[in-house]
């Protein structure tokens, strides 16, 4: 069993940075891929990361590569997300996700943090 629980998101303007964090109860973080979506009003949730457990291999949803960066830290059982150059088409509710394969699905999801680009 693994509890996640989000944090960092906010109201941000235009072209702004932000760094979502996802901290996981469990000795077993380590163990799993770690990914964020998010969910904007009446749109399915989109894939926006991925990291396999050891960090050494990462994906990327098409419309955030090369603006967001995922990363995690096992030793604070901790995984992030950094969100430069924001765009409002980027408010969301982001989730993080912890699961076996870090392109396929998901056991266990964060309750969620809002964010919100202001343009």
């Known amino acids: 069993q693994v509890q996640l629980v989000e944090s960092g998101g906010g109201l941000v303007q235009a072209g702004g940075s932000l760094r979502l964090s996802c901290a996981a109860s469990?000795?077993?973080?380590?163990?799993?891929?770690m990914g964020w979506f998010r969910q904007a009003p009446g749109k399915e949730r989109e894939f926006v990361a991925a990291?396999?457990?050891?960090?050494?291999?990462?994906y990327y949803g098409v419309s955030v590569k090369g603006r967001f960066t995922i990363s995690r830290d096992n030793a604070k059982n901790t995984v992030y997300l950094l969100m430069n150059s924001l765009k409002p088409e980027d408010t969301a509710v982001y989730y993080c996700?912890?699961?076996?394969?870090?392109?396929?699905?998901?056991?266990?999801w964060g309750q969620g943090t809002q964010v919100t680009v202001s343009s």
């Open positions: 990291i396999s457990w050891s960090g050494g291999n990462t």
């Open positions: 469990g000795r077993t973080f380590s163990s799993y891929a």
């Open positions: 996700a912890a699961g076996w394969d870090p392109t396929g699905s998901y056991d266990y």
